[in-house]
């Protein structure tokens, strides 16, 4: 046994390079052609795997029909079972013919019986376990795969769909799993790269793993970026490309500012600020597999292929400064504060975060105030009732004997991040920032200010969360400035 590890632990596939399309790059039969045709271009230069998305909004779809399989609606079942098949059946009609369009329709009915029986399941169960839901849910990824495959097995390259639950191992942590690294390079190195050696083209689904003793697991939404680069690191990639619908990074989301500009080059650390702080085009954990081993990333449009896209790289050329703005609706802003002087704000914030820790709620953004002892922080309002829960029950007594005020809870709020390397030693950068938000007469609630060094986080009122995000774009001048340095 020892040995067979020893073996497939050995030298890396040389030059190998990791694509992942996401749902819009995959949306239709034409999306799929031009990616699988994008694939095949590179196949011919070097060693290639893929990782897809589902297709656009299919995601959405499965999780809608679970919840309304719980709640019985059967008829809402059905007719969301059949639009689903309806899809991909429509493509596989455009993509293939023949025997491998049999092949292909028998594959896709297969796949949607097995969503099926879930949802009929939890139909019978009136709830929606987290295993079966990610059970449930990466059937979009498996049948994209599908797809691509027999479509580029149609164009003459040799190409595999591969569930990822095969290949990446993860926690337990159903829903948000995080990858065990040693164990997915085993299975990667067994399972993926045999395929690559013999010129086979692994199409891996995005999303999903398994935890060590075969539960299905999902990485969280938007989470094929992540899978794509836990491949790379599994396998010791050359690079990621990652085809989405836009041009690259960008100085803002264009569906907020008009005038956004591709950003060439930025830092992993920039790249994941971003991320972090809102930026879809990207999932948070993408980077941190990719860090230690410097492997590069691209962001690139699939629809425009020919353009360079962003390279996320160790160090960049652009001089320092703010660089992008981002934001976040859906955001929730809890304060604490002690009713006693008693009560130490210190040892209240740690039991708090104590608490928190025990949920998988993130906090966003933290600030406090000396002065009133009290702290306050920023969390998705998806995650606001575990959140609170959790504290409630650990903080109950000091509640309960008027120690601590009622938790407050503002949900009319939203994030908008200033992100860019040497930031911190741009003198009245900030003032210029919150001048441009109040001058739009858009309230600043809270600052959340040095926790890291490229990053100026800002909660403002929810209706003004746009309004101040081009503004600030506009006064930092970060589109001319992205252009500038492209030249
Ligand atoms: P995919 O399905 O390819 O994973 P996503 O929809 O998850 O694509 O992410 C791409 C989207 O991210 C873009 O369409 C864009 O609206 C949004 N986005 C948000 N912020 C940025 C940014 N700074 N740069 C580029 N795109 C951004
Ligand atoms: N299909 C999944 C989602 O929509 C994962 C992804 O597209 O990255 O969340
Ligand atoms: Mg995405």
């Given at each position: 046994m020892a040995g067979s590890i020893k073996e497939v632990r050995g030298e890396a596939v040389k030059d190998l390079l990791i694509m992942k399309f996401g749902g819009t790059s995959m949306g239709s039969a034409d999306r799929i052609k031009i990616a699988a045709r994008l694939s095949r271009e590179q196949l011919e230069q070097r060693p290639v795997a893929v990782v897809v998305s589902a297709m656009s909004k299919v995601t959405d779809g499965l999780l809608d029909t679970l919840r309304r399989a719980e709640a019985g609606d059967m008829e809402a079942v059905n007719k969301n079972l059949e639009a689903l098949a309806e899809r991909h059946l429509v493509a596989c009609g455009e993509l293939l013919s023949g025997p491998a369009l049999d092949e292909a329709v028998k594959g896709v009915e297969e796949l949607v019986a097995e969503f099926s029986?879930?949802?009929?399941?939890?139909?019978?169960?009136?709830?929606?376990?987290?295993?079966?839901?990610?059970?449930?849910?990466?059937?979009?990824?498996?049948?994209?795969?599908?797809?691509?495959?027999?479509?580029?097995?149609?164009?003459?390259?040799?190409?595999?769909a591969v569930n990822a639950k095969e290949v990446i191992v993860t926690d337990s942590v159903f829903g948000n799993a995080t990858p065990i690294m040693d164990r997915t390079r085993d299975k990667a190195q067994r399972v993926l790269r045999p395929l690559i050696e013999d010129g086979i083209l692994p199409v891996v689904t995005g999303f999903n793993g398994a935890t060590a003793d075969g539960r299905p697991t999902t990485l969280g939404r938007g989470g094929s970026d992540f899978s794509a680069s836990i491949l790379a690191a599994a396998l010791d990639a050359s690079e990621l490309w990652i085809w989405t619908d836009v041009d690259g990074i960008m100085t803002?989301?264009?569906?907020?500012?008009?005038?956004?500009?591709?950003?060439?080059?930025?830092?992993?650390?920039?790249?994941?600020?971003?991320?972090?702080n809102g930026a879809k085009v990207l999932h948070p954990r993408t980077l941190a597999p990719l860090v230690e081993r410097e492997i590069p990333v691209w962001s690139k449009n699939s629809f425009a292929p020919e353009k360079p896209g962003t390279k996320i790289v160790p160090e960049v050329q652009a001089p320092p400064g703010p660089r992008a703005v981002t934001s976040m609706a859906g955001v929730a802003l809890v304060s604490l504060e002690?009713?006693?002087?008693?009560?130490?704000?210190?040892?209240?914030?740690?039991?708090?975060?104590?608490?928190?820790?025990?949920?998988?709620?993130?906090?966003?953004?933290?600030?406090?105030?000396?002065?009133r002892q009290s702290f306050t922080f920023l969390v998705r309002k998806d995650e606001l009732p575990r959140a609170i829960e959790a504290i409630e029950a650990a903080l109950s007594l000091e509640l309960a004997h008027g120690y601590l005020k009622p938790i407050e809870v503002d949900d009319n709020v939203g994030l908008l991040a200033v992100v860019g390397e040497g930031m911190r030693g741009a003198p009245g950068l900030a003032g210029r920032i919150f001048t441009a938000i109040s001058?739009?007469?858009?309230?600043?609630?809270?600052?959340?200010?040095?926790?890291s060094e490229?990053?100026?986080?800002?909660?403002?009122?929810?209706?003004g969360l746009e309004k101040a995000v081009r503004a600030v774009h506009a006064e930092c001048r970060m589109g001319e400035l992205a252009r500038y340095n492209q030249k």
């Open positions: 029986r879930i949802s009929h399941g939890i139909r019978m169960l009136g709830e929606r376990p987290p295993r079966s839901v990610d059970e449930a849910v990466a059937i979009g990824e498996r049948l994209s795969a599908l797809l691509m495959a027999a479509y580029l097995d149609k164009k003459g390259v040799r190409a595999k803002a989301d264009p569906r907020i500012v008009p005038d956004p500009a591709v950003l060439a080059e930025v830092t992993y650390r920039e790249a994941a600020e971003l991320a972090y002690p009713d006693s002087a008693e009560v130490s704000g210190t040892r209240l914030m740690g039991r708090a975060l104590d608490a928190l820790s025990t949920t998988s709620a993130e906090v966003l953004a933290l600030t406090s105030s000396s002065y001058r739009e007469k858009v309230n600043i609630i809270a600052i959340a200010q040095g926790s490229l990053t100026i986080a800002i909660v403002v009122a929810r209706d």
